[in-house]
């Protein structure tokens, strides 16, 4: 069960995995060899069932950004694109930065956009 989730929906990141609202904390233990970050991220949708694709992006430099959901989807479009089967979907997922900054993922569904802004630190 998520007690908050970010952005406008229908299928939403799970803010329990941001601390402060929309900061995603950094740790050492997060850091791969290319020296970018790996974050668990869940996200959950609701009341939503298609297609999704979730494109992620550095917004206050120069740097790069990925969300992606672990189960299901493939790479297409500059993002992570899967259908979505059941409107109450539990998606387990990561978000990977390439370090501190302000970042941006958009969610688009065959009803929806959405942008969420947040900041990794």
Known sequence: MATAVLGDG???PVA???TNGTVLALRAQDRQPDGSYV???RWIAAGYRGPVLVRAARIDAEGTASSRF???GTQRDGGH???LDSPTSDLPGTTTVSGPGCYAIQVDGTSFTT???FRAA
């Open 115 to 117: 942008t969420i802004v």
């Open 81 to 83: 694109y899967a259908v």
């Open 70 to 72: 672990s189960y299901r």
């Open 39 to 41: 974050k668990k991220v």
């Open 16 to 18: 329990d995995y941001f």
């Open 10 to 12: 229908p299928v939403y």
